[in-house]
């Protein structure tokens, strides 16, 4: 094998070798760079809210001096609904539920109460809720529900009273350190229920339960009460979509504006990483051509040293092996190349992100790790069957 790669290494190209190196660098760069910053930033816009989808927008209607005055009806009735289920932006749509009892609750943290206060708890349809079902369920019977907090309740405790009374900040990792009681009334009935906290909601401003338990609890202790939704949760195809806006508009309807911006940031953010990471591929696939281009030249140069091999005894996957190897050691420099400066990289944008965002959640380097470990198989791969079927060509050519 030493004796064949010292006859075919005579007229391997530096420069082009050299210009498929760095082609190919750059283009491996840009996409983990692109996969990368896309899963650290992403939990910028996701960390509010975990367990509902980037497309859900909360809708309401304009409540104003001129509804007032006109006695307009703030809920939606079943016509409005329907209207809003039948755009053709919105894929689903969802009412929120209202407590029609009392509700007192009580939160504390290791023993200290922190917040006692009546409060209103809503429920939307559990198909909005994403989160596993065995966490987000209640039996009848049971005097146990799971309950999603609002954001603003932990800001309050963590930059107030926390740091006024030296108590431990919590955070999303930090929910078993909560008690939530909750005291329900009407109808004559009276119970105690323990909230077990299962995340928070930072768009949402209200205590959240399952539907199951909304359902049961209305029946229990307000039977008689009839109520119409003042708020939708609308899944849509694209929050960018302008549709949207106008169709707000003619209506008087309205979402919360961050919650708007923050869904077109996303969105945003996804069709500029797609395209990054496409113009990465469009590198990575001229700087394969490049390097398929210098192999080709290299095997026309020792065509008769190869063809003479191949004669004396030597089989085409050993003539070729010396190729395929060159091929395959440039692609692994490249990838872990690229991996050190995405690193690098990554360590220097995370510094100001982190610095804006101190509570965003950590994440790790492995999604570049296995995109680039994939894009190095399959380049590899095709390289390999390219380099041997052109050295079997050769053995033809000098039969033939």
């Known amino acids: 094998m030493r004796l064949v790669w010292k006859l075919l290494r005579q007229h391997i190209s530096i420069p082009q070798f050299i210009g498929f190196f760095f082609a190919n660098l750059f283009g491996m760069l840009i996409i983990l760079l692109g996969v990368q910053f896309y899963n650290d930033v992403k939990s910028v816009f996701e960390a509010k809210d975990s367990f509902l989808k980037a497309d859900y927008l909360i809708m309401n209607k304009q409540i104003g001096m001129g509804s007032t005055i006109s006695g307009r009806a703030n809920h939606f009735n079943g016509a409005e609904m329907d209207e809003v289920s039948q755009q053709s932006f919105v894929k689903n749509v969802g009412k929120f539920t209202l407590a029609d009892y009392r509700v007192y609750a009580v939160m504390g943290v290791q023993g200290q109460r922190v917040i006692s206060s009546e409060i209103f ?25 799971p309950i999603i907090l609002p954001r603003s309740y932990i800001n309050m405790y963590n930059f107030g009273y926390a740091q006024t009374h030296s108590m431990p900040k919590i955070g999303e990792g930090l929910l078993s ?67 949207i806006t106008k169709f707000l ?7 919360e504006t961050e919650q708007l911006d923050a869904e077109k940031i996303t969105y945003l953010l996804k069709v500029i990483v797609a395209i990054v990471i496409a113009i990465g591929l469009v590198i990575s696939l001229l700087s394969f051509y490049i390097l398929m281009l210098s192999i080709y030249l290299l095997v026309q140069k020792n065509t008769e040293k190869l063809q003479n091999l191949m004669l004396i005894g030597y089989a085409p996957r050993t003539v070729a092996w010396p190729y395929q190897c060159l091929t395959i050691i440039l692609n692994a420099v490249v990838l872990i190349i690229a991996l050190v400066l995405v690193a690098v990289l990554r360590k220097y944008y995370m510094n100001i992100i982190e610095a804006i965002y101190p509570q965003l959640a950590g994440s790790s ?12 198989i399959l380049v590899s791969l095709v390289n390999v069957f390219v380099i041997h079927r052109k050295i079997q060509k050769l053995i033809h050519l000098k039969r033939a």
């Open 249 to 255: 508009d003619e209506k008087g309807y309205e979402v």
């Open 177 to 243: 350190m909560i008690d939530f009681e909750l005291n329900l009334r009407g109808n004559g009935h009276d119970e105690d229920f323990h909230g077990r906290v299962v995340g928070f909601s930072g768009r949402i401003s209200s205590i959240l339960v399952p539907q199951a338990f909304m359902d049961w609890s209305n029946a229990y202790f307000a039977p008689q009460a009839e109520q119409q939704p003042v708020r939708l949760i609308v899944e849509v195809n694209n929050p960018a979509d302008e549709r």
């Open 365 to 376: 380097m492995l999604p570049a790790i296995l995109v680039g470990f994939v894009i190095f």
């Open 121 to 145: 708890i809503e429920s939307i349809p559990d198909d909005f809720v994403e989160i596993d079902e065995s966490q987000w369920h209640f039996q009848e019977g049971s005097h146990e529900v």
